[in-house]
């Protein structure tokens, strides 16, 4: 998910100068912490604002600067918790307001950080850095800054909503079709499985159209084996007999007819 990345204010980033109420160890401590935190040096910076606290526990501008130092350090989470002591101290409004402020630049990184991998989750911390940002702009009404931030991260939220419901609807598609293809394997099964395996499908179906042929042609069927006849054998006697008597009668009839030929010779002496 391609979410475009849109650059937010952080002023409130500015490591604070010690106040007057510090003893002077704890206001040589944060003046130093200050030094390093500024040439980048965080870790050293971090303890000098430690050391700060334990000599002017009362003091909130070292817990402010330690905050910002893990701020920077990506140690989100650890700032978070800092911020949030600080943003109810009604007795100080201006660092209350900028606790608030970096209260809101923190969940909004956490949010930008998620919008790849849980981008839910990630407009979740965008809604609650805006609400940080709201409560920075009731005690700060002059800071413009704050309303930009809000509206930066209203847009990413829009933008990833969007985004979120194409998802949605592509994964809906492939399902869909997932379900389709199933489908089709399925059908596809059972005609395999209703089909003859030992008999090629084009050998079905012509023995298919043959059975439903009603003009078949009926010569390829069997012939009903003829039932055999007795044998009259007197009936066959009596015919050979006939022959005989005709032939008799016919031989005859030629004696006959040469004695009727013939003449006798007289003889003359």
């Not at 130093?32 to 500024?38: A, F, I, S």
């Not at 989470?77 to 201006?94: C, F, I, M, R, T």
């Not at 042609?217 to 039932?227: G, H, I, M, T």
Request: net charge negative; hydrophobic share 25%; with cysteine.
């Amino acid at each position: 998910m391609n979410v475009k990345k849109f650059k937010i204010l952080s002023y409130c980033l500015v490591a604070m100068m010690a106040s007057v109420g510090l003893t002077e160890s704890a206001h040589q401590a944060v003046k130093q912490g200050n030094e390093l935190y500024h040439q980048a040096e965080l870790a050293g910076a971090i303890e000098k604002y430690d050391q700060a606290a334990t000599q002017s526990p009362q003091a909130l501008e070292p817990t402010f600067n330690k905050a910002n130092s893990l701020y920077k350090q990506n140690e989100i989470d650890k700032a978070v918790d800092l911020y949030k002591q600080l943003a109810g101290k009604s007795e100080n409004p201006n660092l209350s307001a900028k606790a608030n402020y970096n209260l809101g630049n923190c969940y909004y990184n956490k949010a930008d950080s998620q919008t790849q991998t849980n981008p839910q989750n990630a407009i979740k911390d965008f809604k609650t850095g805006i609400n940080y940002w709201r409560k920075a702009k009731d005690s700060d009404l002059d800071n413009a800054d704050i309303s930009k931030n809000i509206e930066v991260a209203k847009m990413t939220i829009k933008q990833l909503k969007e985004q979120m419901q194409q998802q949605k609807q592509e994964n809906q598609q492939d399902k869909n079709k997932d379900e389709q293809n199933k489908d089709q394997q399925k059908q596809d099964q059972k005609q395999n499985s209703s089909s003859d395996p030992n008999q090629p499908q084009q050998e079905k179906q012509d023995q298919q159209q043959a059975d439903d042929d009603p003009n078949q042609d009926q010569s390829q069927a069997p012939e009903p084996k003829e039932e055999e006849k007795p044998t009259d054998e007197p009936e066959e006697d009596m015919v050979a007999q006939k022959i005989l008597d005709k032939e008799q009668k016919q031989k005859e009839e030629r004696k006959k007819l040469r004695r009727a030929t013939y003449k006798k010779v007289e003889k003359d002496w």
